[in-house]
Antibody
Framework: VQLVESGGDLVQPGRSLRLSCAAS????????MHWVRQTPGKGLEWVSG????????GYADSVKGRFTISRDNARNSLYLQMNSLTTEDTALYYC?????????????WGQGTMVTVS | EIVLTQSPGTLSLSPGERATLSCRAS???????LAWYQQKPGQAPRLLIY???YRATGIPDRFSGSGSGTDFTLTISRLEPEDFAVYYC?????????FGQGTKLEIK
Protein backbone atom coordinates (compact mmCIF):
# COMPACT_ATOMS: atom_id res chain seq x y z
CA VAL A 1 0.00 0.00 0.00
CA GLN A 2 1.64 3.22 -1.12
CA LEU A 3 0.93 6.86 -1.86
CA VAL A 4 3.44 8.91 -3.83
CA GLU A 5 3.00 12.65 -4.18
CA SER A 6 4.55 14.75 -6.92
CA GLY A 7 4.33 18.21 -8.45
CA GLY A 8 5.79 20.29 -5.66
CA ASP A 9 7.99 23.17 -6.78
CA LEU A 10 9.24 26.68 -6.12
CA VAL A 11 6.73 29.16 -7.53
CA GLN A 12 6.12 32.89 -7.37
CA PRO A 13 3.15 34.37 -5.50
CA GLY A 14 0.02 34.48 -7.61
CA ARG A 15 0.99 31.50 -9.74
CA SER A 16 -0.62 28.07 -9.93
CA LEU A 17 0.55 24.53 -9.27
CA ARG A 18 -1.01 21.09 -9.57
CA LEU A 19 -0.11 18.33 -7.17
CA SER A 20 -0.63 14.64 -7.91
CA CYS A 21 -0.79 11.59 -5.70
CA ALA A 22 -0.37 8.10 -7.20
CA ALA A 23 -1.93 5.27 -5.22
CA SER A 24 -1.02 1.59 -5.35
CA UNK A 25 -1.59 -1.57 -3.38
CA UNK A 26 -5.25 -1.00 -2.57
CA UNK A 27 -8.57 -0.52 -4.37
CA UNK A 28 -8.34 3.24 -4.84
CA UNK A 29 -11.96 3.79 -5.88
CA UNK A 30 -13.21 2.32 -2.60
CA UNK A 31 -11.74 5.05 -0.39
CA UNK A 32 -12.08 8.73 0.33
CA MET A 33 -8.82 10.64 0.04
CA HIS A 34 -7.44 13.83 1.54
CA TRP A 35 -4.73 16.45 1.29
CA VAL A 36 -3.00 17.62 4.47
CA ARG A 37 -0.20 20.17 4.67
CA GLN A 38 2.51 20.91 7.18
CA THR A 39 4.44 24.13 7.35
CA PRO A 40 8.14 23.79 8.15
CA GLY A 41 8.60 23.15 11.83
CA LYS A 42 4.90 23.49 12.56
CA GLY A 43 1.78 21.42 12.81
CA LEU A 44 -0.63 19.73 10.48
CA GLU A 45 -3.47 21.42 8.58
CA TRP A 46 -6.19 19.53 6.75
CA VAL A 47 -6.64 21.04 3.28
CA SER A 48 -9.42 19.10 1.55
CA GLY A 49 -11.04 15.71 1.11
CA UNK A 50 -12.91 13.86 -1.63
CA UNK A 51 -15.10 10.78 -1.43
CA UNK A 52 -14.89 7.77 -3.73
CA UNK A 53 -17.24 9.13 -6.38
CA UNK A 54 -15.71 12.61 -6.57
CA UNK A 55 -17.99 14.32 -4.04
CA UNK A 56 -16.12 17.04 -2.17
CA UNK A 57 -15.93 16.76 1.61
CA GLY A 58 -14.89 20.38 2.02
CA TYR A 59 -11.95 22.74 2.09
CA ALA A 60 -10.05 24.54 4.80
CA ASP A 61 -11.10 28.19 4.98
CA SER A 62 -7.52 29.19 4.16
CA VAL A 63 -7.73 27.61 0.68
CA LYS A 64 -11.42 27.86 -0.15
CA GLY A 65 -11.98 29.39 -3.57
CA ARG A 66 -8.34 28.91 -4.60
CA PHE A 67 -7.70 25.14 -4.36
CA THR A 68 -9.63 22.34 -6.06
CA ILE A 69 -9.39 18.68 -5.18
CA SER A 70 -10.18 15.99 -7.75
CA ARG A 71 -9.54 12.34 -8.48
CA ASP A 72 -9.27 9.94 -11.41
CA ASN A 73 -10.21 6.45 -10.27
CA ALA A 74 -9.15 4.95 -13.61
CA ARG A 75 -5.63 6.28 -13.02
CA ASN A 76 -5.60 5.62 -9.25
CA SER A 77 -4.70 9.26 -8.77
CA LEU A 78 -5.62 12.19 -6.55
CA TYR A 79 -4.99 15.80 -7.51
CA LEU A 80 -4.86 19.25 -5.94
CA GLN A 81 -5.09 22.27 -8.22
CA MET A 82 -3.69 25.28 -6.38
CA ASN A 83 -4.33 28.76 -7.79
CA SER A 84 -3.44 32.26 -6.58
CA LEU A 85 -0.70 30.89 -4.37
CA THR A 86 0.60 33.01 -1.51
CA THR A 87 3.62 32.67 0.77
CA GLU A 88 1.23 31.26 3.39
CA ASP A 89 0.78 28.17 1.18
CA THR A 90 4.43 27.19 1.56
CA ALA A 91 4.30 23.73 3.10
CA LEU A 92 4.91 20.02 2.70
CA TYR A 93 1.75 18.57 1.15
CA TYR A 94 0.72 15.03 2.04
CA CYS A 95 -2.00 12.91 0.50
CA UNK A 96 -3.69 10.51 2.85
CA UNK A 97 -6.15 7.62 2.59
CA UNK A 98 -9.13 7.13 4.85
CA UNK A 99 -9.21 4.03 6.98
CA UNK A 100 -12.66 2.88 5.83
CA UNK A 101 -16.10 4.13 4.90
CA UNK A 102 -17.08 4.17 8.57
CA UNK A 103 -13.95 5.83 9.93
CA UNK A 104 -12.49 8.97 8.42
CA UNK A 105 -9.13 8.63 10.19
CA UNK A 106 -6.12 8.63 7.86
CA UNK A 107 -4.34 5.28 7.92
CA UNK A 108 -1.94 5.66 4.99
CA TRP A 109 0.11 8.77 4.19
CA GLY A 110 2.53 9.57 1.42
CA GLN A 111 5.95 11.08 2.08
CA GLY A 112 4.87 14.50 0.90
CA THR A 113 5.79 16.96 -1.83
CA MET A 114 7.21 20.38 -0.99
CA VAL A 115 5.61 23.58 -2.25
CA THR A 116 7.54 26.80 -1.78
CA VAL A 117 5.93 30.10 -2.70
CA SER A 118 8.48 32.87 -2.90
CA GLU B 1 -14.61 24.93 13.07
CA ILE B 2 -13.69 22.65 15.97
CA VAL B 3 -10.48 23.79 17.65
CA LEU B 4 -8.37 21.12 19.32
CA THR B 5 -6.02 22.14 22.14
CA GLN B 6 -3.34 19.67 23.19
CA SER B 7 -1.51 19.72 26.48
CA PRO B 8 1.18 19.82 27.53
CA GLY B 9 3.12 21.36 24.67
CA THR B 10 6.19 19.39 25.67
CA LEU B 11 6.41 16.38 27.97
CA SER B 12 9.78 15.25 29.32
CA LEU B 13 9.86 11.67 30.57
CA SER B 14 12.23 8.73 30.84
CA PRO B 15 11.94 5.33 29.14
CA GLY B 16 9.75 3.03 31.21
CA GLU B 17 7.57 5.85 32.52
CA ARG B 18 3.90 6.42 31.74
CA ALA B 19 2.88 9.24 29.41
CA THR B 20 -0.51 10.95 29.46
CA LEU B 21 -1.35 13.36 26.63
CA SER B 22 -4.50 15.46 26.54
CA CYS B 23 -6.64 16.79 23.69
CA ARG B 24 -9.54 19.14 24.41
CA ALA B 25 -12.09 20.13 21.75
CA SER B 26 -13.93 23.45 21.55
CA UNK B 27 -17.14 21.57 20.71
CA UNK B 28 -18.28 18.03 21.20
CA UNK B 29 -16.66 15.61 18.73
CA UNK B 30 -19.37 13.49 17.14
CA UNK B 31 -19.35 9.72 17.43
CA UNK B 32 -15.93 9.83 19.08
CA UNK B 33 -14.42 10.76 15.71
CA LEU B 34 -11.05 11.42 17.24
CA ALA B 35 -7.69 10.06 16.11
CA TRP B 36 -4.13 10.21 17.41
CA TYR B 37 -1.04 10.27 15.21
CA GLN B 38 2.67 9.94 15.92
CA GLN B 39 5.21 11.83 13.84
CA LYS B 40 8.97 11.44 13.92
CA PRO B 41 11.41 13.88 12.26
CA GLY B 42 11.45 13.54 8.49
CA GLN B 43 8.54 11.10 8.47
CA ALA B 44 4.86 11.29 7.67
CA PRO B 45 2.36 10.98 10.51
CA ARG B 46 1.41 7.46 11.57
CA LEU B 47 -2.10 6.55 12.73
CA LEU B 48 -2.11 5.20 16.28
CA ILE B 49 -5.71 5.46 17.50
CA TYR B 50 -9.05 6.04 15.77
CA UNK B 51 -12.58 6.28 17.10
CA UNK B 52 -11.01 7.66 20.29
CA UNK B 53 -10.00 4.23 21.59
CA TYR B 54 -9.32 1.74 18.79
CA ARG B 55 -5.72 0.89 18.04
CA ALA B 56 -4.74 0.93 14.39
CA THR B 57 -3.23 -2.15 12.81
CA GLY B 58 0.21 -3.00 14.17
CA ILE B 59 0.14 -0.51 17.03
CA PRO B 60 1.52 -1.95 20.30
CA ASP B 61 -0.90 -2.34 23.18
CA ARG B 62 1.10 0.06 25.35
CA PHE B 63 -0.76 2.77 23.39
CA SER B 64 -4.34 3.39 24.48
CA GLY B 65 -6.90 6.11 23.86
CA SER B 66 -9.89 7.20 25.89
CA GLY B 67 -12.43 9.97 26.20
CA SER B 68 -15.56 11.32 24.59
CA GLY B 69 -17.33 14.59 23.96
CA THR B 70 -14.68 17.27 24.36
CA ASP B 71 -11.95 15.56 26.40
CA PHE B 72 -9.66 12.88 25.05
CA THR B 73 -6.48 11.22 26.30
CA LEU B 74 -3.66 9.22 24.77
CA THR B 75 -1.78 7.06 27.24
CA ILE B 76 1.50 5.26 26.64
CA SER B 77 1.83 2.81 29.50
CA ARG B 78 5.60 2.23 29.47
CA LEU B 79 7.69 4.41 27.21
CA GLU B 80 10.07 2.76 24.79
CA PRO B 81 12.96 4.73 23.22
CA GLU B 82 11.14 4.75 19.85
CA ASP B 83 8.08 6.46 21.37
CA PHE B 84 9.76 9.86 21.69
CA ALA B 85 8.15 11.91 18.94
CA VAL B 86 5.42 14.48 18.34
CA TYR B 87 1.81 13.42 18.83
CA TYR B 88 -1.21 15.01 17.20
CA CYS B 89 -4.91 14.56 17.81
CA UNK B 90 -7.40 15.06 14.97
CA UNK B 91 -11.17 15.30 14.81
CA UNK B 92 -12.87 13.97 11.70
CA UNK B 93 -16.47 14.21 12.78
CA UNK B 94 -17.15 17.55 11.12
CA UNK B 95 -15.61 19.39 8.19
CA UNK B 96 -13.22 21.12 8.27
CA UNK B 97 -11.31 18.30 9.86
CA UNK B 98 -8.85 19.79 12.34
CA PHE B 99 -5.66 18.82 14.12
CA GLY B 100 -4.31 19.85 17.49
CA GLN B 101 -1.05 21.76 17.62
CA GLY B 102 0.87 18.72 18.85
CA THR B 103 2.60 17.49 22.00
CA LYS B 104 6.33 16.84 21.81
CA LEU B 105 7.36 13.86 23.91
CA GLU B 106 11.06 14.17 24.69
CA ILE B 107 13.56 12.11 26.63
CA LYS B 108 14.27 13.48 30.09
Amino acid sequence: VQLVESGGDLVQPGRSLRLSCAASGFTFHDYAMHWVRQTPGKGLEWVSGIIWNGGIMGYADSVKGRFTISRDNARNSLYLQMNSLTTEDTALYYCAKELSDWSHAFDIWGQGTMVTVS
Amino acid sequence: EIVLTQSPGTLSLSPGERATLSCRASQSVSSSSLAWYQQKPGQAPRLLIYGASYRATGIPDRFSGSGSGTDFTLTISRLEPEDFAVYYCQQYGRSPYTFGQGTKLEIK
